[in-house]
T-cell receptor, first 117, second 112 residues
Framework: GENVEQHPSTLSVQEGDSAVIKCTYSDSASNYFPWYKQELGKGPQLIIDIRSNVGEKKDQRIAVTLNKTAKHFSLHITETQPEDSAVYFCAASRGVRLTGGGNKLTFGTGTQLKVEL | DGGITQSPKYLFRKEGQNVTLSCEQNLNHDAMYWYRQDPGQGLRLIYYSQIVNDFQKGDIAEGYSVSREKKESFPLTVTSAQKNPTAFYLC???????????FGPGTRLTVL
């Protein structure tokens, strides 16, 4: 099955700096890679996702890059703000189209991001 | 107000008791999922259902059971056979044929 590794486990940055979180996956058939943000005591919220047919996707201060050959993808947050402080999870799956059924996501272990004033 | 609701937010049970966690969605989503989250770990899939009256085991189904009698509801029962039931339980749903999953607020279960 799929295995997703995520680094670092904790990340502390100064407000306004950039933050980068990296994930690697093992299943070469995976083609869907979402990123979730989870605040304390709440459910994860999808912040951005990417599919294997593109190498990069941006949404304002957030971007995700994907290297299919190396099987790794990264989350980039620019101009960090205190409200960016949360736990971020990456995930990977083969997607519904490939499996013909439910989308079984495999998650990384999370990165605790702290944005300091 | 559309979304996924999970109740209760906090649940306490004595060891050896079965307990059922509720998950309801009014998004008209076909697929629903249950995940378990432990400190320092990612989310792990317990069960998922693509349509009413059908569900499949995830990676850690032992000690859990589910039902899908209605499209909008996917309750999870944590049985006494689950050795370490204390965890944060998250329900998610997605549209038919879509990869994006949306999560509920979660239920924190503590077994005393």
């Amino acid at each position: 099955g799929e295995n997703v590794e995520q680094h670092p486990s904790t990340l502390s940055v100064q407000e306004g700096d950039s933050a980068v979180i990296k994930c690697t996956y093992s299943d070469s058939a995976s083609n869907y890679f979402p990123w979730y943000k989870q605040e304390l005591g709440k459910g994860p919220q999808l912040i951005i996702d990417i599919r294997s047919n593109v190498g990069e996707k941006k949404d304002q201060r957030i971007a995700v890059t994907l290297n299919k050959t190396a099987k790794h993808f990264s989350l980039h947050i620019t101009e960090t703000q205190p409200e960016d402080s949360a736990v971020y999870f990456c995930a990977a799956s083969r997607g519904v189209r490939l499996t013909g059924g439910g989308n079984k996501l495999t998650f990384g272990t999370g990165t605790q991001l702290k944005v300091e004033l | 107000d559309g979304g996924i609701t999970q109740s209760p937010k906090y649940l306490f049970r004595k060891e050896g008791q079965n307990v059922t966690l509720s998950c309801e969605q009014n998004l008209n989503h076909d697929a629903m999922y249950w995940y378990r989250q432990d400190p320092g770990q990612g989310l792990r899939l317990i069960y998922y259902s693509q349509i009413v009256n059908d569900f499949q085991k995830g990676d850690i189904a032992e000690g859990y059971s589910v039902s899908r009698e209605k499209k909008e509801s996917f309750p999870l029962t944590v049985t006494s056979a689950q050795k370490n039931p204390t965890a944060f339980y998250l329900c998610a749903s997605s549209m038919k044929g879509a990869d994006t999953q949306y999560f509920g607020p979660g239920t924190r279960l503590t077994v005393l």
